[in-house]
């Protein structure tokens, strides 16, 4: 029987690798995302039932929920060097003149794709990930395991014919779409969103929550094997023999046996990097032979044998014809640069970010001038300086604006903030418009037949002004606007309408409360159940949910500290919206297991663990995955994992079985 299990434990845990490797590492997946999510279940609830076949480099660990406070130091078995620089064709001209005073016969070379991120070394045994640590200063850095384990395309696991033990190095990197949706993700609640995919990359190794970087779509590229008894001898064998093993390594890389064909490849590279689905900084060049790499050995600082052929960022220069403020939903002001278009990187550049006041101000940029523009590590590209040699006579300093050029508010900047806001939040029109879209969004309140710019033409044709009052909206009122004719004026009101049956946490999430996103919706509706019962919390009470900051606790008394938004929500009330939990989930609910902490384990007969589960958290309880002192009960069912048991019992904690935990909360 347990024999059985095992194999059964296995077999799934060698599917899901297979399928994690042709979806992350391949680019091709086999099988689709529900049937593997349901192998994942399955996998997952055998394990639950059988802790005896814990693995540490299990696939169903890759969901992350390891929290380190600290991350250990760790010293590298071998350093980690940085690498020289290059930026011309007589740099390098010169490196292969030192190569060959040095080493024997002719030298081929590796080149390779400078990845743009956070380098990271990996430690495998037998075949396992056993450990991840950061650069840090190249002698030592920090132990970053427990996060790096939950980047998909890192195997836990090897396949094929590996070494016994080897160290393999590469960049974790963030690729640009994702880094793209992490950003819409955070506007949507109201956060700044992040400068660069590199920082944003090396920022998230260090999260202490696994479960926080799980989510974030990292991945991580290989370059380079070190160890004894590898199999090979070239720095491009090891790149295939990587990739053998399970790696994703870049197929870019190219061999190559003179310094012409190293500079078509950078050109090449220089003209398409923007194809990649990531960022690259430049182009690494190896000496492909380990001979001839041993050879030539390290200078106090970077190996002689490597050499970095970095891109000019590109840049150019155009002048400034105008500086814009744009205000946001949460009132937010940015300042934007207005520019002669010119083109960058592959696109017609018109208008570039200049953040905030502090950033004018030291880059004394003003309109008229000639600025140099940059697309590097950025996104949106960024004027780097001014060409003061251009600067017109009579030239003014930029004045940044006391008012919101939308309402004339005298705008507000807090105390340690680099943000000016316009605190006219009702009267302030795109705030208005903002708010009213985040409403009637897709994961709001999805209301079909009603679009942003219709919300736009409605608020400035004076029909809404917030968005309780959509629900007063008549297929006459909108009739008249532009493009409106009889049957997408009745889709829209039909589809208001509709919103009412719109369950209480997404209400709640499209209310628009900073820093109130999705998940943090949902806590608070579970919680507090009503709109009355959350507009009374005080802060003191809203810290006290599970995984609610200060940050989010202020904001949301905030809200409902202001007049204009209890007006609102009345009204929001009396047209019939969802603003508490329905009948039918209250039912269910109750306060009988609150403060207290369940770890479940077993086979149950009457219901499923999930139902079980569920039942712990309808009922107030909180369900965590392991036993330890915090621990209230033990659900145990059939077949109990002998560890878990005896971890409960020198813990002295009480073991239920399902009938009695039953009896509680029935
Ligand atoms: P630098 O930080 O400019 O001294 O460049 C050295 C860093 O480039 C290394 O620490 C690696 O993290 C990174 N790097 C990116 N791609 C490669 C590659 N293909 N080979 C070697 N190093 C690389
Ligand atoms: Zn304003």
Known sequence: MSQNIQQHIQQLRDELREHNYNYYVLDNPVISDYDFDMKLKQLQELEAKHPEF?????????????VTKN???VVHESRMYSLDNSYSKEDLEDWEKRLKKMVDGPIAYTCELKYDGASMNLTYENGRLVRAVTRGDGFQGDDVTANVKTIKSVPLQLRGDYPNKFEIRGEIVLPIEGFHKMNEARIEIGEEPYRNPRNTASGSLKLQDSAEVAKRPLECLLYSLKGRDLGVNTQFDGLQKARDWGFKVPNEARLVTSIDEVLEYINYWDEHRHELPYEIDGVVIKVNSFYQQEELGYTAKAPRWAMAYKFKAEQVSTRLNDITYQVGRTGAITPVANLEPVALAGTTVKRASLHNADQIAKLDVRVGDEVFVEKGGEIIPKIIAVDFTKRPEHSQPTTYIAHCPECGTALVRQEGEAQHYCPNYNGCNPQIIGRIQHYISRK??????????????LVNAGLINNYSDLYELTVEHVLPLERM?????????????????????????????????????KKLAK???????????TTDDLVNVDEIGVKIAESVVAFFNSEENRTIIARLKSFGVQLELSAETLANQTNKLEGDTFVVSGVFNTVSRTELKKLIEDNGGKVSSSISSKTSYVVAGDNMGPSKKNKAVA????????KEFLDMVM
């Open 71 to 73: 991350f250990e130091t």
């Open 527 to 537: 919680h507090y159940k009503s709109i009355d019962a959350l507009a009374h919390a």
């Open 444 to 457: 709001a309140m999805d209301i079909e037949g009603l679009g942003g710019e219709t919300v736009a033409l």
């Open 485 to 521: 004719a009889q049957k997408s004026a009745e889709n829209l009101v039909h589809g208001i309408e509709a919103s009412k049956q719109i369950p209480f946490e997404r209400v709640l999430y499209a209310l628009g409360i900073r820093y109130v996103g999705e998940t943090v919706a």
């Open 651 to 658: 813990l002295g904690i009480p073991i239920l079985s399902e």
């Open 54 to 66: 814990y693995d540490a480099n299990s696939p169903s660990l890759r969901v992350g929920g390891e």
